[in-house]
């Protein structure tokens, strides 16, 4: 079986094109600093105007921070109605997720035997969402909406991974061809309770969809539950990554999102901080998620 | 890559998780960019999440 990952005629992608990557690559390094954040008067009845605005940041940065102005009373309802707005229709519904699909991110305690970071206060690694996933169901798109911040802590941390593409072609083609390979990054079987809730399964770090041309990433910095290919490139591939989050990048951006801000992407990197919840209220910090199978149409397409 | 192992056989002075926290951290601050957790920490106030811990104490900068 030739395993070698392929890409379309004139693809930026494609390792033997360099013409075409070098245009690519200018023009995604020219978006530099933080995208303005787009007011959305009601993101379930987004105008044509809000949405053409988010789609071409996206379209751009693959991420677009949006404030709505007043907090929807039906978060869930409103999210989801914002997403289909957009043009996202194919929601995730992940382990933990609410019946809607919309997960309400907060600390709480899990009636499982595994502790789930993200329902934790504890700081979240880079990663890009359902990193864990099979093949067929990769998070394409995802949105993050802040209803109420945490008293301390919590920020954000955002890298477009096309821009982790370049960096690292940049310094050794190799590396990226050894990240698209079908076997260079495993999650072991998740098992509950003596029941395999997940079996392991084998996948490239940087994939190209065969529908569309775009570069897809699979990615966590965890130490535990993901293991890479067992060889020099795709080990020194993951340090150089870990190590351009440690150096920093101009285009990494930091936010700590306010109630009633949220972020939206096609997937892109992120991490969070630590984070600590007021203790004499009890308020804690509440971040909707939702996630998508597609990713964000181009501004034309809808 | 660092093994939790050879930590701790070449700390034999470390008594506590909290030192041991202290410890993975020193490591990580020195550049170590992979931990293998492959023993569990024998201390007697070493919790049930500990593996959450110390990779949390490991990678907060990634």
Not at chain 1, 108 to 128: F, Q, S, V
Not at chain 1, 190 to 208: A, C, K, L, M, Y
Request: net charge negative; hydrophobic share 35%; proline share 5%.
């Amino acid at each position: 079986m030739n395993t070698e990952p392929r890409t379309a005629p004139g693809s930026p992608f494609s390792l033997d094109d360099r013409g075409n990557y070098a245009a690519w690559r200018a023009d995604k390094l020219s978006a530099t600093g933080m995208p303005d954040i787009l007011a959305l008067e009601n993101p379930a009845e987004l105008s044509e105007a809000e949405r053409q605005a988010l789609l071409r940041t996206c379209q751009t940065r693959n991420f677009a921070m949006f404030r709505i102005g007043a907090p929807p009373e039906d978060v869930e309802q409103a999210l989801r109605g914002f997403g289909r707005r957009i043009g996202l229709l194919d929601l995730d519904q992940n382990l933990c997720a609410e019946d809607s699909g919309v997960t309400a991110i907060t600390v709480k305690a899990t009636e499982t035997d595994h502790t789930y970071i993200p329902y934790t206060n504890r700081p979240l690694g880079w990663h890009t969402d359902g990193y864990y996933n099979a093949g067929e169901f990769q998070v394409r798109a995802w949105l993050l909406y802040c209803a109420r911040p945490a008293s301390e802590g919590g920020d954000n941390e955002l890298l477009d991974h096309e821009i982790a593409y370049i960096r690292i072609r940049d310094e050794n083609p190799e590396w990226i061809r050894a990240l698209m390979a079908a076997d260079a990054f495993t999650i072991p079987s998740n098992t509950e309770q003596g029941e395999e809730i997940r079996p392991d399964h084998s996948g490239p770090i940087f994939s190209v969809s065969a529908t569309d041309g775009s570069l897809h990433m699979r990615y966590s910095a965890r130490q535990r539950n993901v293991i890479w290919k067992d060889d020099a490139l795709t080990r020194e591939a993951a340090a150089f990554l870990l190590d351009l989050f440690k150096r920093g990048d101009e285009h990494i951006f930091h936010c700590r999102l306010q109630s009633g801000e949220g972020v939206i992407s096609n997937n892109i990197l992120h991490r969070r901080d630590g984070f600590r919840d007021e203790t004499a209220s009890g308020a804690k910090r509440l971040i909707y998620r939702a996630r998508y199978y597609q990713r964000l149409p181009v501004p034309e397409e809808y | 890559m660092l093994y939790l192992s050879n930590i701790l056989i070449a700390n034999q002075d470390v008594q506590t998780f909290d030192e041991l926290k202290l410890l993975v951290r020193a490591f990580a601050e020195q550049g170590e960019m992979f931990l293998r957790f492959d023993v569990k920490p024998p201390y007697p106030d070493t919790p049930v999440d500990w593996e959450d811990q110390l990779e949390a104490t490991f990678s907060s900068r990634y």
